[in-house]
């Protein structure tokens, strides 16, 4: 019997779309080799679907995902693959304390690591950055994620936000849905590269205004949720994978 028969029709479409997501960062070039991690939650569960360690981000499938406890376990006794426990330190701490985010996607693309590791971080300079200034946060860099007691800090340093800026060390988006937390990685990457562009430039930008950042929120909320953002771009998202290798959902 095949994986997609010994798990709820909830949770294979969970493992779809999450390897959907996983194929989405490298055709972007988000990856880095077999290094960072998109998480979900099974809802009703204290599970985690996480990449398994040693595989490329486009050999990520439905059916090698690997399904984890909160205290990093693997879950299938009979599951072939492993998982990298250091990357999961961060997911652990986020899935702990945002119960309505299923989930949480981490990458180290160079324009996010650039913008965190400036003191300023991100400035109001494009659209893309007020939707992600509107719902941001910092996290200073501790060096490798491996230490439990790191986790507190990561927690009280994310707060609501949906965006968080790992300093000297990446990006973090949440997401009520996988869809919406790949939508939110889009548009705080296109602010970090807009913002290098227009940096090196070396004319003086215009920085937008704190009351435009104030109250883009309740505009970013209709661009992005509902029947529009992540839910309503995640189909077409979804279409793309499929045209370039279907076998993602295998």
């Known amino acids: 019997m095949d994986l997609k028969n ?30 960072t991690h998109v998480s979900v939650r099974i809802p009703g569960t204290e599970h985690v679907l996480i990449n398994a360690f ?24 009979d599951c072939p693959f492993e998982f990298n426990p250091a990357g999961f330190t961060i997911h652990s701490a986020v899935h702990e304390v945002r119960h309505d985010d299923l989930c949480a996607l981490h990458v180290h693309c160079n324009e996010a690591i650039t913008v ?16 992600a200034l509107a719902s941001l ?9 491996v230490n439990e007691d790191e986790k507190l800090r990561l927690q009280q340093d994310l707060g609501n936000s949906n965006f968080m ?19 939110h990685m889009y548009d705080l990457i296109r602010a970090c590269q807009i913002q290098i562009q227009v940096m ?6 215009i920085m ?10 309740a505009q970013a909320d209709i661009v992005h949720t509902g029947l529009t953002g992540g839910q309503k771009a995640w189909p077409a998202m979804l279409r793309r994978v499929y045209e370039v290798d279907p076998s993602f959902a295998l």
């Open 6 to 35: 010994k798990v709820s029709a909830q949770e294979w479409q969970l493992r779809v779309d999450l390897a959907a997501c996983y194929r989405l960062i490298a055709l972007h070039g988000w990856d880095d080799l077999i290094y």
């Open 54 to 77: 040693g595989l490329r981000f486009d050999e990520i499938s439905a059916s090698n995902l690997v399904k984890i406890d909160m205290a990093g376990n693997i879950v299938d006794v």
């Open 116 to 131: 965190a590791s400036l003191k300023e971080g991100l400035l109001p300079l494009s659209q893309y950055s007020m939707f």
């Open 137 to 145: 946060s910092y996290h200073d860099y501790e060096g490798l994620a």
């Open 165 to 183: 800026l790992l300093r000297n060390h990446g990006a973090l988006t949440m997401g009520k849905t996988i869809g919406d937390a790949f939508m």
């Open 200 to 205: 090196s430039t070396g004319m003086e930008p």
């Open 208 to 217: 937008l205004e704190q009351s435009l950042i104030d109250g883009i929120k």
